[in-house]
């Protein structure tokens, strides 16, 4: 017991604050140029009972977007099987290219916004291996469709995919590696493959070890279901700067913050999230917290997720803060 506890003693409590340091302690110098971004989600803007199509062309126009992450939701293109209908995305795609923004296309079957697996109604009594096959079907003729396209700059397989959350099968690293693979062999200008992770828990590695560029969550005051209260997560800016520095040195990989926290997250979705409870995870004092948090990690490119409760709140709640705290932002 006394060999064990010498052992502990001179090994152990050593090697933790030297891993707390590295993590906890220190600053990081905002990046000198910052490209902030928007993720926009065409049905994310539906269920609040919003004219999605005005709303994009609100971001387009008055927020003034220049860095767009749009979604290819499966469940929208491929409503019948084998029969493609990219009307809504070619408009989305279009709009932005007319106006010169840079646009990063997430899709597969995770995807940004609850449930998280976007799958058709039709797929439902499939097998999973029948399923996947179908997928990488869906994902190549995405691919097809928009290799060509001037202002798609990288592809983002999938949405946290190695991240058990949502309504989704198991983390599978077999699939998501034909995915990726998929995806490189049929862009002739081989964009990079964006492969993204939650921010505060994992190391990132193994995405990294897939993708070209790994993207991250970047969440500071949330709900947990399990806890059942809310939570404000204990990192430093630094923390992140140090993960992202481990990815540049071990994988020789850009890291992009692919979700910023700019909308609440409470017990329940935000239709049905109260006024009450949406101010305890976000207000404007803490958006204009994170959006310091944020530039404090170093890094370079941010994509701000929440832009449809922004509209909301601008549109029908009579409140525009939020939509001209980011408008400032954008056109800084």
């Given amino acids: 017991m006394k060999k064990f506890l010498k052992i502990f003693l001179l090994f152990f409590i050593p090697l933790f604050l030297i891993i707390f340091c590295f993590f906890f302690v220190g600053k990081k110098e905002p990046a000198k140029e910052i490209k902030w971004g928007i993720t926009f989600s065409q049905k994310h803007t539906e269920l609040f009972g919003l004219d999605w199509q005005k709303a994009y062309l609100s971001i387009l126009d008055d927020l003034g977007a220049k860095e767009l992450r749009l979604i290819a939701y499966w469940d929208l293109i491929e409503k019948n099987k084998d029969r493609y209908d990219f009307y809504d995305l070619d408009w989305q795609i279009e709009e932005a290219e007319k106006r010169n923004a840079k646009i990063m296309l997430a899709f597969g079957r995770k ?6 697996c976007h799958e058709p109604e039709w797929l439902k009594n499939w097998d999973q291996e029948a399923k996947n096959e179908k997928l990488l079907d869906y994902m190549g003729a995405i691919v097809k469709r928009y290799k060509e396209n001037n202002s798609i700059w990288a592809w983002q397989v999938e ?28 862009d002739p200008r081989n964009r990079p493959v964006v492969l993204t992770e939650s921010g505060e828990i994992p190391m990132w590695f193994n995405v990294a070890k897939m993708g070209d560029i790994v993207g991250h969550t970047l969440y500071r ?6 806890w059942e209260r809310y939570v404000t997560y204990p990192f430093p800016p630094i923390f992140y700067a140090r993960k992202t520095w481990l990815v540049n040195k071990i994988f020789k990989k850009r890291v992009i913050c692919s979700e910023l926290q700019a909308e609440p997250w409470g017990p329940v979705l935000l239709y049905d999230l109260e006024k009450e ?6 207000n404007l004092s803490r958006l204009k917290e994170i959006i310091e948090f944020a530039k404090n990690t170093g890094n370079d490119l941010f994509y701000l997720w929440g832009v449809e409760w922004w509209y909301l709140e601008k549109e029908k709640n009579n409140n525009d803060v939020f939509w001209k705290e980011i408008k400032i932002l954008l056109n800084q």
């Fill in 111 to 116: 995807a940004p916004r609850w449930p998280e």
């Fill in 159 to 186: 949405n946290e995919p190695l991240f058990s959350f949502g309504e989704c099968p198991p983390p599978d690293k077999e699939l998501l590696k034909r995915e990726v693979a998929l995806v490189k062999s049929l």
């Fill in 221 to 226: 005051k949330v709900w947990m279901d399990k």
């Fill in 277 to 282: 409870e949406q101010e305890k995870t976000m």
